[in-house]
């Protein structure tokens, strides 16, 4: 049996409304992620998205994280483009490996049973 360890966040960013952002990211502006631009722009590594219960939606990997999460809030073919709302908080973990990112995705979508990662779920009871 293989062992896994979940990443360790670097990056743990809390929605907070705040009216008089003047950020250009819609993550800042629209969705209340002020702290947007403390995440690495040439960081790869995974993302986890919450709602405010703490519950996992959804999972991503990608090579430059900041504009990966960032599309997610503002692309109009994201997996989570009707629940963007939804979203509380976002757990970045920087992992520059990308078999390892490959690895991580897989095993948190399916050990957390994240709610709108469906094409790498194994299994679902």
């Known amino acids: 049996m293989i062992n896994i360890d979940m990443p360790q966040a ?3 960013l809390i929605r907070k409304r705040n ?6 990211a819609a993550i800042a502006k629209e969705y209340g992620f002020t702290d947007y631009h403390k995440i690495p ?3 790869a590594g995974i993302y986890m998205f919450y709602d405010v219960s703490d519950n996992l939606l ?8 900041r504009m990966r999460i960032r599309k997610h809030f503002e692309d109009n073919v994201s997996n989570i ?3 963007r709302d939804d979203v509380h908080k976002i757990v970045v973990c920087v992992v520059e490996n990308p078999m390892e990112r490959e690895i991580y995705e ?3 979508i399916n050990t957390l049973q994240s ?6 779920a ?4």
């Open 19 to 24: 009216l008089e952002d003047t950020s250009e």
């Open 81 to 83: 483009k009707n629940h």
């Open 58 to 65: 959804f999972v991503g990997k990608a090579r430059k994280l």
């Open 106 to 108: 897989t095993y948190i």
């Open 122 to 125: 194994f299994f679902r009871s």
């Open 10 to 12: 670097d990056f743990i």
């Open 115 to 120: 709610k709108y990662n469906i094409e790498k």
């Open 41 to 43: 722009r040439d960081k």
